[in-house]
């Protein structure tokens, strides 16, 4: 189990020194709780050189845990961070092969899809859209 220290970034909270890089109004917004994606905004999570390549950081955006992923040979994916299954940050699991696997259960997500890989798995994850612009990582969360 990786150690992680929590520290608070432009009003919000991130994991392991990573500034997320929203205003005071953004947090208010994403903190509100619905998932209407009509209502998504484009929100950094982090930046390019924040993930090596194969690896995996947990980050927290308003109320929102998610995991930010940099898949081998390029591009990022970005999942809720809490298994499913039962609480545990799936950034503290295994990534490898384009799926992570939960530190409590090994139970498996694709991390593309979101698709649960069988056994304890009953709910798939979230998955957002991701893109990157210059060094920043931007997911578009639900409003």
Known sequence: MLARESIRAKGV????????????????HLQKGTHDMADAAW???????????GKVIGV???AKDLAVYAMP???????DNVCTHEFALLS?????????ECPLHAGRFDVKTGKGQGAPIDKDLDVFEVKVEGGDILARLPG
């Open 13 to 28: 909270q991130a994991r392991g020194g990573l500034e997320a890089g929203l205003d005071p109004g953004m947090v208010q």
């Open 43 to 53: 929100v950094r999570v982090a930046g390019t050189a924040d993930v090596a390549e």
């Open 60 to 62: 927290r955006v308003g």
């Open 73 to 79: 040979g390029g591009g990022y994916c970005v999942t």
């Open 92 to 100: 503290e699991g295994w990534f490898e092969d384009g799926c992570i």
